[in-house]
DNA sequence: CATTTATGTCAGCCATGTTGACATATTCGA
DNA sequence: TCGAATATGTCAACATGGCTGACATAAATG
């Protein structure tokens, strides 16, 4: 109870986290930048991109599980998504037990764009990993422990589950 | 020389580091989050957040090395500037040395709103340095090292010259 | 005094998000 | 079996926040 700076009892901090606010900032903005000239060839932006990552990560995923994961709506999906199906990145499969869906899955070429881009970050992860000594479960952890609490378990089990079909609902 | 994932002489792991890609931007989603419910009440977006975080970190700013912090145009940053000035958050003054520049500063009603943003992203912060138990010097060292190399001494200038007037050039 | 610099402004375009309304095909449940 | 619910698609209109290009003004500079 002295008046220091940091002393027990405040609760949390009361200076605000001005370098950690500005490179959160800065690193998403560099972190987003690598893949950016690559869509560029193809006329693609960066919600091409998010697209095109997680059809590649979700083979078969339907339309409505995509929009949960990106929080859009299926208007600006369409965009984006008729794009990527007219130059063959993406294609489109009838559901098997429930035709009414359109199960979305990458091409060949779709696989190699999303390969590429994911190259890109990773190396970008690899490098700073490296270079600032951070043990990678450290990293992990850290910013899992950036997200909301209610979306972490869906997170989970987004990153552990992908690759295997998106369950359907009970029937 | 076994074909061993990650044995020597293959550089940079083949792997794609998806677990990183992807808390990277949920992480960074909910960062941005926060202060949006806040900017909401006056009909504020991001764009007017950057904008009174950098001038309250920056006072007296000239309006080309907010550009420079920003990169975007005059264009983009004039129309969020001319909310911010009509609804009391920013003002303008005359620069001393030179009468044609602009110099922008929060006003109090501006810098209560930017410490209040800057709180919330704090608490996430700090949260997240807690729950992770990531030395802070840590997180700051990976985030920094997430940002582009030709960037990062500006970028640290910039963080820890905060504040102080921007140097003009020579005369 | 001519040129450069700092800033502002108008007009139009693009990317990507939104809401609302409506259409179609299919599945589900009473 | 039929009406309701569901999965998806589409059209139109609008908001935000980027962009380029063209031009204007005031002040500094050589």
């Known amino acids: 109870m002295n008046g220091v700076p940091g002393a027990a009892g405040e609760g949390p901090p009361r200076e605000p986290a001005y370098d950690l606010i500005e490179l959160m900032f800065f690193a998403y903005r560099d972190f987003v930048s690598d893949p950016d000239h690559v869509l560029e060839r193809f006329q693609f932006g960066r919600a091409h991109h998010r697209v095109i990552h997680f059809v590649h990560r979700h083979p078969e995923i339907r339309v409505a599980d995509l929009l949960d994961i990106l929080r859009i ?17 993406i294609l489109q499969k009838e559901g098997q037990a429930d035709r009414r869906q359109r199960l979305l899955t990458v ?3 779709g696989q190699a764009l999303a390969l590429e881009l994911a190259r890109l970050q990773t190396e970008r992860f690899t490098r700073a990993i490296a270079a600032s000594g951070t043990p ?4 992990v952890r850290f910013l899992y422990a950036m997200i909301d609490p209610d979306a972490r378990e869906e997170v989970t089990r987004m990153i552990t589950q992908a690759g295997r079909a998106v369950p359907q609902k009970d029937r």
């Open 73 to 89: 709506t299926k208007q600006s999906l369409a965009r984006v998504l008729r794009d990527l199906i007219e130059q063959g990145f």
């Open 136 to 139: 990678r479960d450290q990293a």
């Open 107 to 109: 091409t060949e070429k």
